[in-house]
């Protein structure tokens, strides 16, 4: 078994705590360390650290080299963030040269699971349907109407492994709105699409090469120059000229391949915003529904996020649902309802020179 930690992630969701130099993956944003950390902590009991890969942008190698230090985990570095289906194939090329065979399981860096042995539990599961060459989706089972979220329909039991049902995946549902969102909670067939995959190295490369052949061509140029002198400069050369698309999109909505879906309540958040940090700090609210991380103060004040790494309080008067994000590089001030909306600051201060 492999393990393949995507970390390519900007952030921009969690300005300006997260930046270009230090994306939301590195930050302390829930428990005492970086999200990357927990991930890699969640799955060391199953893979050796020799087989887990950590794909990460060029310009983040240094703070991926502090998180893992002591570890004999594997940097690849990519020259340009092309998306999860470019990040996954590269990877794949890499454990293809180890062992083709054994299933590799695919994790975003930056998701919070609460229940660690109930994740490794469904990643077990996972990787024995996989091993059959089916292509493998951890699904959450929905316990509200989320509209930020893609979601997977299920259809009849295909099978079980290790005591957990697995489902015949039916299609993955892009982001809805709250009509449908509430129709997919109620109907019991849908489940979150959580990101994490499992498939072999041979499968996944397989289905690339079939279903995004302009995909496969680039990667099969880069496997070539695979342990040679100049692979750094064919990385460099080929890699932004590969597709910029999910692996969703990519593959798993359009192969014929058997796709597998397994129901797990692990506790999972794909840490998607400001919001979901205030609602996984549900348990450090006042009286009043604040959340303070960091030195607040509030008067008839309710509802709000507080995030701060500066040494100075901040006070809340008369004030409901407010975000407010106090770093050295920016200050915050949002409805905590806009929160997603934050990722359009980056490129709004990169527009103005800053």
């Not at 660690?116 to 929905?142: M, Q």
């Not at 295909?158 to 697995?166: P, Q, V, Y």
């Not at 549900?282 to 303070?292: I, Q």
Request: contains cysteine; charged residues 25%.
């Amino acid at each position: 078994m492999f393990a393949v930690v995507m970390a390519g992630g900007a952030g921009t969701r969690f300005w300006p705590a997260s930046s270009e130099r230090l994306p939301k993956q590195f930050l302390k944003v829930v428990g005492e360390q970086s999200l990357l950390a927990q991930t890699l902590d969640r799955i060391r009991p199953l893979v050796p650290d020799e087989r887990v890969f950590i794909v990460v942008n060029r310009s983040h190698i240094e703070p991926t080299s502090d998180t893992v230090k002591g570890r004999a985990a594997n940097i690849l570095a990519e020259p340009i963030g092309r998306n999860t289906a470019a990040c996954i194939g590269l990877a794949a090329l890499h454990i293809a040269r180890v062992s083709p065979d054994d299933p590799m399981v695919v994790l975003p860096a930056d998701h919070f699971i609460r229940d660690d042995e109930g994740f490794r539990a469904g990643v077990s599961a996972a990787v024995e349907i996989a091993k059959s060459g089916a292509l493998v989706t951890i699904g959450v089972s929905p316990d509200r109407p989320e509209t930020g979220f893609g979601y997977i329909e299920t259809g009849d039991i295909a099978g079980e492994a290790l005591g957990e049902d697995f489902f015949r995946v039916v299609k993955f549902v892009e982001k809805p709105p709250l009509e449908k969102a509430l129709e997919y909670v109620a109907g019991g067939r849908h489940l979150w699409n959580s990101g994490i995959f499992v498939f072999t190295a041979k499968t996944i490369l397989r289905e690339i090469e079939l279903l995004a052949p302009t995909l496969h061509e680039g990667l099969a140029e880069i496997d070539r120059a695979i342990g040679a002198p100049d692979y750094d400069e064919v990385l460099s050369a080929v890699y932004p000229r590969l597709e910029a698309i999910s692996i969703d999109y990519a593959v798993m909505e359009k192969t014929t391949a058997p796709v597998h879906a397994l129901k797990s309540d692990f506790g999972w958040s794909d840490v998607g915003s400001w919001e979901a940090v205030y609602h996984l700090h549900a348990d450090k609210c006042d009286a009043e529904g604040n959340v303070l991380l960091g030195t607040g103060i509030t008067a008839d004040s309710r509802g709000n996020l507080l995030y701060s790494t500066m040494d100075r309080p901040v006070a809340f008067v008369g004030v409901e649902g407010l975000t407010v994000v106090d770093t050295a590089d920016g200050l915050l001030v949002a409805r905590l309802d806009r929160s997603q909306d934050v990722k359009h600051v980056p490129s709004l201060l990169k527009a103005r020179g800053r």
